[in-house]
Every structure is written in C-alpha cells, then in structure tokens.
C-alpha cells in the first residue's frame, strides 16, 4: 500500500523570492499607469512598511488598485513575472531547492501568501504547486474596488492550512516554512516548521522549540 503524500506549505516574499512582491509589482505597473499613485504618496506608503503591521499595510496598499481593470493587472502581472524571474537572484536558491526536493519527494506544494493573484500566479503556474492561496480582492464591472474579498495574512494561513488538509484525508507529513512573525500560525499549524532567513523573533522562537532554521543562502539537511 503506498504511503499518503506529504504536504508543503511555503510562504512567498522573502522565502521562496528575495523580494516582496506587492512593492515590485507596483513599481513595475506604474510604468504602465504613472497616474495610479502619486509620488508623494508612494514615498508615504514605503515609509509605511516598517511602522505597519502586514495586515494594515496590505489594506492600505491594496486601496490604491481601486478603479484598475482586473484583465489588465493580470495581463502585467504575467509581464512582471517573465522579468523578474529572469534577474539573477530573484529565488532563493535553497529554498528553491527545497520546494523542488519536495516534488520529486511526491509532496503536494502549496503556496500561501498574502500578496495578491497578478503576480503570484504565474510564478506559481511557472513552478507547478498544487495550490495557491492568496489575498482576493473584490472586483465590480471588471475593476478591482480597492476592498479585499479574502485576506491571507496573520491566522488567515492557518485556516487555509487547515481547509487544504481536510480535502485530503490522511498526509504523511505537513511542513511549513516562512521568514517573518506574520507566518506564525503557519508554521505553529504543521508537523515540522521551518523558518527561513534571519527575523529576530522567528529565530529565537525557533531556538525555544527547536525548529530548524533555513539561512536564505546556505543549504539545509535534507528534508526529512
């Protein structure tokens, strides 16, 4: 009888990326619409990102894609994607390696993130997951309205995590890895944790409880 798969939960920005999609993406589209946000107010919202917590920060960044048409973003989401992915570094390499470790392994791959759909699905199509979780937003006559449908952020990945695994029965094993205090309920829901990068927090709470941490440029031991 074969043994169930084993499921792999992985953040996006800054674990299996190097950077943060939400600011790249936008950087990116403004080139297209400059109109979309002030200069001033961009500069607001980047000096915003030390001071907010994740799920603020989202809100307020997702309110200045009010009134963009939906086909349209994911169209420059694609675009974004096919450059990004093409610069060097743009995926940490082990973590990278470790994701492909786990889909040779026959580990379903789940991404969960709380970046949005236009740029995470190509990348996730581009990687072949099983699944992609991710802040919805609302969209009204084919524009977005500013407002989130669906957040995935904080104890919001917890319940994607635990949503994902009762459609699948028994798993064999559950690991989750991510690199910033807004993966905790995350990593707190799997078998085995990991946490990825450097954050002073994540990281003495990995010494506590023995967690295995990913430097985001040195391998770790294998998987199991």
Not at 99 to 127: I, K, M, N, T, Y
Request: charged share 25%; aromatic share 8%.
């Amino acid at each position: 009888m074969s043994q169930p798969p084993g499921v792999a939960f992985f953040d996006v920005d800054e674990t299996v990326v190097s950077v943060r999609t939400l600011e790249s993406f936008l950087l990116h589209y403004l080139k297209v619409v400059p109109s979309m946000i002030s200069a001033d107010r961009l500069r607001e919202l980047g000096q915003q990102v030390v001071h907010l917590s994740r799920a603020e920060f989202n809100r307020r960044y997702f309110r200045i894609w009010a009134g963009q048409p939906q086909e349209g973003v994911l169209e420059a989401g694609r675009r974004w994607y096919a450059e990004a992915s093409a610069q060097p570094g743009f995926f940490r390499p082990n973590v990278l390696e470790r994701l492909r470790e786990h889909q040779a392994a026959g580990d379903r791959v789940v991404l969960v993130s709380g970046s949005f759909d236009p740029p995470l699905r190509p990348l996730a199509d581009d990687l072949g997951v099983d699944m992609l979780f991710c802040t919805r937003l609302e969209v009204h006559d084919g524009r977005y309205t500013g407002a989130i449908s669906e957040a995935m952020i904080d104890d919001d990945k917890r319940r994607a995590v635990e949503a994902y695994l009762s459609t699948l029965g028994t798993v064999s094993q559950t690991w989750g890895y991510g690199d910033h205090p807004s993966d905790l309920p995350l990593l707190e829901r799997v078998g085995r944790p990991v946490v990825v990068g450097s954050d002073p927090a994540l990281v003495a709470l990995a010494e506590q409880r023995s967690w295995p941490v990913m430097p985001i440029d040195l391998p770790l031991a294998p998987r199991g």
